[in-house]
């Protein structure tokens, strides 16, 4: 076998992976990497590839492993969770007394295609927006769908850290979503 | 916890709902805020909104940019090497 393979990969599943890589990862660099290490990855292993499963299919469970690595690695460089400005990000969000500081506007039921598909690139500005640790952990939670027992096992950080990072991205995504029109686009 | 949470400590508590089964006080707790609290059981709604439209497979994803040229050139340069090696 050559690399002919490989490259077809590349060619035929390459945006496919990164878009994957880029809504969990929210830097275009680490999805590249990510790409990238996928598919040096699936040329050493291609003897292993039985052909059971689709290549996308196979290239995929790959990437999901290199996501979690490159996460593990960027986490090493910052420390997580207790900055002091996510605490005073989250305090403006309420009053002294603990009740929210204004209203929470409701969404609607959006159902148009159309209408799901601009949400959906909101939520991925949104996310963009986060700090690059919690967005990672939030998209491998809410993305992903992985558990949080596994995120924090994976990610090696406690479970106590993994909720504060969670309950933050969450107060901050709802936040982004309702000042970018979300409640006005949801409610047809 | 009071035996009512507020709205600060009620988000805390509907976060962790999304991700694990809370213990029966704080289920308890929960569910009694939620009840009375319009916000709070909006907020909650809202979780759970995130939740489904951001979930991978709910994505159409095809309009989102590519890899870019450079580093498909990148990429397949890095293959061509290995394979050299």
Redesign the interface.
Known sequence: M??LD??TW?ADH???L???A??QLHS?ELA?DA??ET??AA??AQARYTGDASPRTWLTGILKHKIVDLIRRSLREVEIPCDADGEEA?DLL?KQ????AG?????GNPHA?AE??Q??RV??EC?DRLKPVMAQVF?L?????M??DEICKELGITPTNC?VL??RA??F??QC?ELNGFSKAGAA | MKWIPTCKETSVLASRAMDERLRFADRMALRLHLAICENCARFNEQLQAMRRLFHEDAAPGDDAPGLAPGARQRIATELQNQRDT
């Open positions: 050559d690399t490989a490259h590349l390459g945006d496919y990164f878009r994957v880029r809504r275009d590249e790409v990238q598919l040096l040329l050493s989250v309420f007394d603990g009740h929210w209203p929470l506007r409701p969404w295609e799901l598909g949400l959906r939520l991925d996310a998209s939670r809410e993305v992903a769908g558990e949080t909720w969670l309950h969450r107060l995504m709802r979503l």
